[in-house]
């Protein structure tokens, strides 16, 4: 318990800390995985770090968080509902840090990281299949579900079971992610990328659709925002990848050293503060299943990790800031 208690306060120091002091004090930015063989989201080592680990067979994880292990979300099912997370995003709102989490049994959950507080949590239903999940600043929380082909806007400032929401009808919704430069929800799906406009009230909340730009190729899957180059977000298909440029409306192709290695990526993202560093996540045809991997893939420069026992869909850098904040 003693040791559990001293690992919470050295994280919470960690992952309060300026970034710039943060980042003087460590090789880089720790990854965050969602790990389906395991059912947890798990925090890791820095990317250097884990390139360089010769230690045992063993993850070297920092942190991590289970529905399973959450009495608070007991009435939710996680035994079901929890099954197969498929999304870890980390956000900072009013100086606390959350984990923001998908399943694709149904669970969405947004958790603060130090206090394991439940900010929001429901269990949206295995038929809908969650798949990306966004915090606004006002408290309220975006999830889309991909085979429900919707993006929702609940009303999660009012406590953590409000069930209102808003919905917005996008097919194959896949990502989400509030711009904070623009003030718009931008929502990714099978064949257009969506900028929304949120309206009404924080306990009543307004969807409207300000522009949708037709992807350069189908299946449209992760979006995130490109920290090098404030504004513009990446964006994966199921043959490509792309960033986007808001202000001018254009795809422009995103070319790595293995071709490879461009398509079908589940999650994708440059590293906070450091010099374009790409973190990537795709299915290994000789992995565990057929849309999970145990390697986690890194580029500019190149490098690759092998966890072994693990089944990750996606890894992000455990950063937290939303793109333009």
């Given at each position: 318990m003693l040791r559990r208690s001293l690992s919470a306060l050295c994280?919470?120091?960690?992952?309060?800390?300026?970034?710039?002091r943060a980042a003087a004090r460590r090789p880089g930015w720790q990854v965050a995985v969602?790990?389906?063989?395991?059912?947890?989201?798990?925090?890791?080592?820095?990317?250097e770090e884990l390139m360089a680990y010769r230690g045992p067979d063993r993850l070297p994880v920092v942190w991590s968080w289970s529905a399973d292990r959450a009495p608070e979300l007991a009435d939710l099912a996680p035994a079901r509902s929890w099954t197969n997370p498929?999304?870890?995003?980390?956000r900072v709102r009013q100086g606390r840090r959350y984990l923001l989490t998908t399943a694709s049994g149904g669970l969405a959950a947004v958790v603060e990281t130090v206090t394991g507080r439940i900010h929001w949590a429901e269990d949206l239903g295995a038929a809908v299949n969650p798949h990306s999940i966004e915090l606004l600043p006002d408290g309220n929380v975006?999830?889309?579900?991909?085979?429900?082909?919707?993006?929702?806007?609940?009303?999660?400032?009012q406590g953590p079971r409000a069930a209102a929401f808003a919905e917005f009808p996008l097919a194959g919704a896949h990502g989400?992610?509030?711009?904070?430069?623009?003030?718009?929800?931008r929502v990714l799906g099978d064949s257009a990328l969506t900028a929304l406009r949120v309206g009404g009230t924080p306990a009543a909340p307004t969807l409207t659709a300000v522009r949708s730009t037709p992807l350069p190729g189908p299946g449209g899957h992760d979006l995130a925002p490109v920290l090098a180059a404030p504004g513009r977000f990446w964006v994966s298909t199921s043959a490509g990848l792309w960033t986007?440029?808001?202000?001018a409306d254009r795809f422009t192709p995103v070319h790595l050293a293995d071709p490879a290695a461009e398509r079908d990526v589940k999650s994708v993202g440059d590293e906070p503060g450091r010099t374009g560093r790409l973190l990537t996540v795709?299915?290994?045809p000789a992995g565990p299943c057929?849309?999970?991997?145990?390697?986690?893939?890194?580029?500019?420069?190149?490098?690759?990790?092998?966890?072994?026992?693990?089944?990750?869909y996606k890894a992000r850098w455990w950063g937290g800031a939303w793109g333009g904040h």
């Open positions: 994280l919470a120091l960690l992952l309060c800390a300026p970034a710039g969602a790990d389906q063989a395991s059912r947890r989201v798990l925090v890791l080592q820095s990317a498929d999304e870890v995003k980390s975006a999830v889309v579900a991909s085979a429900g082909g919707w993006v929702r806007l609940y009303a999660a400032s989400v992610h509030w711009d904070g430069r623009s003030g718009l929800l986007y440029d808001p202000a795709t299915p290994d057929a849309w999970c991997t145990s390697v986690l893939t890194l580029h500019r420069p190149e490098g690759a990790r092998t966890l072994r026992g693990t089944q990750l």
